[in-house]
């Protein structure tokens, strides 16, 4: 299956490891070696063979819900990556790119007061993403800073503390929990899914927004991925059950940031309700679709 050179003990050495750090705060992950074999091995196998096709930077988008498991995968998948096929790979999030509070709170005052909250298509700040997808792929690589987003802050750290990138990576692992997603039909917007839409969005000014950001900005970004995983969660109760889980760990690390309570978490995840069941009922066009069960567990994989 593998190049003659895979170092097999040397990959499970650095996943189980990885696994050990993340098991402090949370329950302890189950049947790790077969999720090693059946799940991250195939994908890695895949994004090795396609990158050997051309040898260029390899855009993977890496998607799925909130909590649904993006940063321990991607930390993976890099695991692998870089310790099985020696291949240079970098990782950041769509949500790094999070526009300012000052430019949220223009939006927030021009289009829809829902704008000041970060999440949906139109909240990030789409140039720089683009440039920067743009020139991680370029031939000629001139060293670049990825921005960093400081959630407790709900704002963009300074630029000192940006990623730096000082060599051209093999592999970008791009996850985001709206990587990938498509816009909806004009006539899938008019009924509102939930309270925040019904009280807050009455003339369908926000969701008709962020749905022409999808159809603009975000489809000229989302073209540049080569590969695209979706972890698909069982339902959009589940979001809201992880994402409380999320927070209670970031509880625990936050040495007095800034935290949201369950009602905060509650009114929060409305913000992402819609394109999330979106993308749950139409999202099948992903090369890797990744099943996640009730219990937080890889249950199977589809491959196109």
Request: aromatic share 12%; charged share 35%.
């Given at each position: 299956?593998?190049?003659?050179?895979?170092?097999?003990?040397?990959?499970?050495?650095?996943?189980?490891?990885?696994?050990?750090?993340?098991?402090?705060?949370?329950?302890?992950?189950?049947?790790?070696?077969?999720?090693?074999?059946?799940?991250?091995?195939?994908?890695?196998?895949?994004?090795?063979?396609?990158?050997?096709?051309?040898?260029?930077?390899?855009?993977?988008?890496?998607?799925?819900?909130?909590?649904?498991?993006?940063?321990?995968?991607?930390?993976?998948?890099?695991?692998?990556?870089?310790?099985?096929?020696?291949?240079?790979?970098?990782?950041?999030?769509?949500?790094?790119?999070?526009?300012?509070?000052?430019?949220?709170?223009k939006m927030a005052k021009q289009i829809s007061s829902l704008f000041l909250t970060r999440g949906v298509p139109g909240t990030h700040d789409t140039f720089l993403l683009f440039n920067c997808l743009k020139k991680l792929k370029n031939k000629k690589f001139k060293n670049l800073s990825i921005p960093r987003f400081d959630k407790s802050a709900d704002e963009r750290c300074p630029r000192?503390?940006?990623?730096?990138?000082?060599?051209?990576?093999?592999?970008?692992?791009?996850?985001?929990?709206?990587?990938?997603?498509?816009?909806?039909?004009?006539?899938?917007?008019?009924?509102?899914?939930?309270?925040?839409?019904?009280?807050?969005?009455?003339?369908?000014?926000?969701?008709?927004?962020?749905?022409?950001?999808?159809?603009?900005?975000?489809?000229?970004?989302?073209?540049?991925?080569?590969?695209?995983?979706?972890?698909?969660?069982?339902?959009?109760?589940?979001?809201?059950?992880?994402?409380?889980?999320?927070?209670?760990?970031?509880?625990?690390?936050?040495?007095?940031?800034?935290?949201?309570?369950?009602?905060?978490?509650?009114?929060?995840?409305?913000?992402?309700?819609?394109?999330?069941?979106?993308?749950?009922?139409?999202?099948?066009?992903?090369?890797?679709?990744?099943?996640?069960?009730?219990?937080?567990?890889?249950?199977?994989?589809?491959?196109?």
């Amino acid at each position: 299956m593998f190049q003659r050179k895979f170092n097999y003990q040397k990959v499970k050495k650095g996943y189980l490891n990885f696994l050990k750090s993340q098991e402090i705060l949370s329950e302890p992950f189950r049947n790790k070696i077969s999720q090693l074999n059946d799940f991250f091995l195939p994908i890695s196998e895949k994004i090795y063979q396609n990158y050997l096709k051309n040898k260029k930077t390899n855009i993977i988008g890496l998607t799925g819900g909130q909590g649904s498991g993006k940063s321990t995968i991607s930390n993976i998948l890099k695991i692998i990556l870089k310790e099985g096929f020696n291949l240079n790979t970098i990782i950041f999030s769509i949500d790094d790119f999070y526009k300012t509070i000052i430019e949220r709170k223009k939006m927030a005052k021009q289009i829809s007061s829902l704008f000041l909250t970060r999440g949906v298509p139109g909240t990030h700040d789409t140039f720089l993403l683009f440039n920067c997808l743009k020139k991680l792929k370029n031939k000629k690589f001139k060293n670049l800073s990825i921005p960093r987003f400081d959630k407790s802050a709900d704002e963009r750290c300074p630029r000192k503390k940006w990623q730096k990138i000082k060599k051209k990576p093999d592999i970008v692992i791009f996850e985001g929990w709206c990587v990938g997603a498509r816009p909806q039909k004009n006539m899938d917007l008019i009924v509102p899914i939930n309270r925040l839409e019904k009280d807050k969005d009455k003339k369908k000014i926000w969701r008709k927004r962020v749905n022409d950001e999808l159809k603009n900005d975000y489809r000229k970004i989302f073209k540049l991925i080569d590969i695209s995983i979706f972890l698909k969660v069982p339902s959009f109760q589940h979001v809201y059950k992880w994402r409380l889980l999320q927070e209670k760990k970031l509880r625990a690390v936050s040495k007095g940031k800034k935290t949201m309570n369950d009602k905060q978490i509650k009114n929060f995840i409305m913000f992402y309700e819609r394109l999330t069941k979106h993308m749950l009922k139409n999202f099948k066009e992903a090369n890797f679709i990744i099943d996640i069960d009730k219990k937080h567990r890889l249950k199977k994989i589809k491959i196109n």
